[in-house]
């Protein structure tokens, strides 16, 4: 077969970075020494070349999209030890995994006390979403609040709105840690009722409904942003202790048998 001349691969590459193709650049000649070993055909080697390309994209998109989510650390649904927290149903939150929720505009709730797993699951939820397509963002509550009311008299104050409506989740972490002022409870409804029915929330906090007036200050305001979370939303509640007070417990437990067990092997000196 005749190959290309060294002049005409500058001008393909240079094709190629005018494509914005750069993993068919990247890989070409390689999969084209493989395919003339195998073979193949020419319309086999353009498609494996773009099946290349069009990964490399994805994975590139997700990452991008993994950023913008702005999560605080990284975890996945993988390290999530489900056995040490029975109140929350694996078969669910694998279900929400799928992503089928933020197509039909529902929430997620997760109320539970401190460090029961609450924001672990919320941001494996969400990088969830991240690798299958969807615009995200993470939010500890009050960091929101504290932005909205910032950007209130200025420009910023769109352009920040215009963020969150392009959002197909939005994840409000920790509503509940420290109580809004009349102001950030008005901004927080604000933002509530502008996502209902357009864009899914994941809200996670550590106070049961009941307790949320001390947060949004008034009876009405709270009813109002309840009434629409709630509304088409699955709740899920991570009953019990702390996972760090569980995880030390187990460590704690591990040590004293291993040094039991070592104890034991240890040889017997006759006295
Ligand atoms: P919360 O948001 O409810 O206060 P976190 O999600 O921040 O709790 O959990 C506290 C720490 O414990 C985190 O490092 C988290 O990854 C870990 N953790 C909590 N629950 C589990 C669990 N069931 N399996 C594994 N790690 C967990
Ligand atoms: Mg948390």
Same mark, same amino acid.
């Given at each position: 077969m005749k190959t290309l001349e060294a002049k005409s691969l500058v001008l393909l590459r240079h094709h190629l970075k005018a494509?914005? #193709? &750069?993993?068919?650049? /990247?890989?070409?000649?390689?999969?084209?020494?493989? /395919?003339?070993?195998?073979?193949?055909? @020419?319309?086999?080697?353009?498609?494996?070349?773009?099946? #290349?390309? #069009?990964?490399d994209r994805e994975k590139r998109a997700a990452e991008r999209r993994l950023k913008a989510a702005r999560f605080p650390t990284i975890k996945t649904l993988? *390290?999530?030890?489900?056995?040490?927290? &029975? !109140?929350v149903n694996k078969m669910l939150i694998s279900e929400l995994a799928r992503c089928e929720y933020i197509d039909k505009r529902e929430n997620?709730?997760?109320?539970?006390? &401190?460090g029961t797993g +609450? !924001? @672990?699951?919320?941001t494996a939820l969400a990088a969830a979403a991240c690798h299958k397509g969807y615009r995200v963002r993470f939010f500890r509550t009050t960091e929101l609040v504290t932005a909205l009311i910032e950007a209130r008299d200025e420009r910023t104050f769109l352009r920040l709105k215009g963020q969150l409506a392009k959002?197909?989740?939005?994840?409000?972490?920790?509503?509940g840690y420290v109580p809004a002022s009349k102001v950030g409870a008005e901004l927080l409804f604000d933002v509530i009722s502008t996502a209902y029915e357009r864009t899914s929330l994941?809200?996670?906090?550590?106070?049961?409904?009941?307790?949320? *007036?001390?947060?949004?200050?008034?009876?009405?305001? *709270?009813?109002a942003t309840l009434d629409r979370l709630t509304h088409r939303c699955r709740i899920i509640e991570t009953r019990g202790e702390s996972y760090r007070l569980i995880d030390a417990k187990t460590r704690s437990r591990r040590? /004293?048998?291993? +040094?039991?067990?070592? /104890? #034991?092997?240890?040889?017997?000196?006759? +006295?």
């Open positions: 494509l914005r #193709l &750069p993993t068919v650049s /990247a890989e070409c000649e390689k999969v084209a020494a493989q /395919a003339a070993a195998d073979n193949a055909d @020419h319309l086999t080697y353009l498609l494996q070349l773009l099946e #290349l390309e #069009l990964l993988d *390290t999530f030890d489900f056995t040490a927290r &029975p !109140s997620v709730l997760m109320i539970g006390n &401190p +609450k !924001s @672990h699951l919320a959002l197909d989740l939005l994840v409000l972490d920790e509503l994941i809200v996670t906090s550590n106070l049961p409904f009941e307790s949320w *007036t001390e947060v949004l200050g008034s009876e009405r305001l *709270t009813g040590s /004293a048998e291993r +040094k039991s067990g070592q /104890a #034991l092997d240890e040889p017997q000196v006759a +006295k």
